[in-house]
């Protein structure tokens, strides 16, 4: 039998949690885009948004156009406090999301530890 290779791919850990773009925070008037609220996958309650308080965001993207060969963007955040009940948090990015991104995918990292 000849020797067969591990698929390496599948033994790396994933050092980031998904998230979902839900909106800013808003009132019933006034929304208050300096405020983005995600919803982490796998997190149902207040007390759970613990452990990611502090944590980095990373909300990535393509360029229309190409800079340096590579199309890839990211616009940075961090976790700043729950929001409500259910598991939903509010972040801050270095530049307010636009409202496109709603529904979207980004990445919350699991640095810096706070440990």
């Known amino acids: 039998m000849p020797h067969q290779k591990k698929n390496v791919q599948a033994t790396k850990p994933r050092l980031f949690v998904k998230a979902k773009i839900t909106g800013y925070r808003?009132?019933?008037v006034k929304q208050?885009?300096?405020w983005t609220l995600l919803k982490l996958e796998g997190v149902n309650s207040?007390?759970?948004t613990d452990f990611?308080?502090?944590k980095k965001v990373a909300f990535i993207y393509n360029a229309t156009k190409r800079k340096e060969g590579n199309?890839?963007?990211v616009?940075?955040?961090k976790i700043a406090r729950?929001?409500?009940n259910s598991g939903a948090v509010r972040a801050r990015f270095q530049r307010n999301l636009p409202p496109k991104t709603f529904g979207a995918t980004a990445r919350v990292?699991?640095?810096p530890s706070r440990v």
């Open 26 to 28: 808003r009132s019933k």
């Open 32 to 34: 208050y885009p300096q």
């Open 46 to 48: 207040k007390e759970e």
């Open 52 to 54: 990611y308080l502090g």
């Open 71 to 73: 199309r890839t963007k």
């Open 75 to 77: 616009v940075w955040g």
């Open 82 to 84: 729950p929001h409500g």
């Open 109 to 111: 990292m699991l640095y």
